[in-house]
């Protein structure tokens, strides 16, 4: 989104996406109110819808900021660093599962963030920008291993990738089938399988 | 769900759940209203909103109701038979991210079908015992490939089908990407890789 008319102010930019991420994973979806963080925050109401027209776009920046913490790790062992960089995806997407005091299999927070994008133009772009960044930092682990030869020369990367983060939100979005780091273990193990340069023995 | 005081007539239902797909379809979620469903069938609103209480849970009746018509071959081929059958789950996907003339790589209704299974505990139970029958199906076409040794022993057949049906849904419902009978052709090839008895040539 553009900043309007004068520059932002980045440390209330901070301070209203802190108040809203607790707000979210106190109370789930439902429970965050943009005019309750504007009071939380001190910031008068017309600034924060200025800047978030709805609890859609500031329940998305809140996910943004999390997810930009989000390293990937190149140890030179492609099976570990996988594992590694599934399991921090399978342990965001189950905080935003549990958000709100939720158990169970329901997708909750993650399924309600799955719909902003669906239902605003503007969201949806910028949920796929960052999510074109995350999978661009998977193809370059996935090649570098690659090119060392740790994975066959002729691997399609991107659908290799799709298939590892895509078994995750399955579950978590559709089937509502626990993900933690045994399933991306088995999740790795089984995708790199058709990746691996060695013959399986 | 239950039915509640005298039998349902499956007819009423047929015809009900016909109108709001083709409202769905043509408008969109944001364009089906229960009230208007009711109005087209010529069925009381009461009698309508008993049965589904919110527009959400019509409309995931009305998935249910599409998707029960997708079966799965067993040729005896599972490389062609997994890829007829994503095939049809991407298409299916693609009709309901087009839904109400919508172009471009948003999720569209999709992503409002995640959405309430993931906010009504009753729509999450039954959008989760749908795929689970799903997921059944195809884990037996797995298994019968299995022993007849097209694919190997020790394979993990709930992670296969996570791979494949799951990099289809993070397409459409994450990062916007297209999925086709091409794409299905390369996801099979690169998760079946690992799971054929046969070395890679």
């Not at 553009?2 to 994973?25: C, H, K, N, S, Y």
């Not at 905080?95 to 719909?115: C, D, H, I, T, W």
């Not at 949920?127 to 691997?155: F, K, P, S, T, W």
């Amino acid at each position: 989104m553009t900043p309007r008319g004068r520059p932002r102010d980045t440390q209330v930019d901070e301070r209203v996406l802190r108040i809203a991420a607790a707000l979210i994973f106190e109370r789930g979806y439902a429970g965050l109110s943009i005019d309750e963080v504007a009071e939380q925050a001190g910031v008068a109401k017309t600034t924060l819808y200025r800047r978030w027209p709805t609890k859609d776009h500031l329940a998305v920046a809140v996910v943004a900021r999390l997810q930009a913490d989000d390293e990937i790790t190149d140890t030179g062992d492609i099976r570990a660093d996988l594992v590694n960089y599934l399991e921090k995806i399978a342990a965001a997407l189950n905080r935003m599962r549990a958000a709100g005091g939720r158990e169970g299999p329901s997708a909750g927070v993650a399924g309600e963030l799955v719909a902003a994008a669906a239902r605003h133009e503007d969201i949806g772009r910028l949920a796929r920008e960052q999510y074109a960044r995350r999978n661009a930092m998977a193809l370059a682990l996935i090649e570098r291993a690659r090119v060392r030869g740790e994975l066959r020369a002729d691997l399609d990367a991107e659908v290799l990738f799709d298939q590892l983060a895509g078994a995750l939100y399955y579950r978590v979005l559709i089937t509502g089938a626990p993900v933690d780091r045994a399933y991306a273990e088995r999740l790795v193990s089984s995708a790199l399988e058709g990746s691996l340069t060695c013959p399986r023995s």
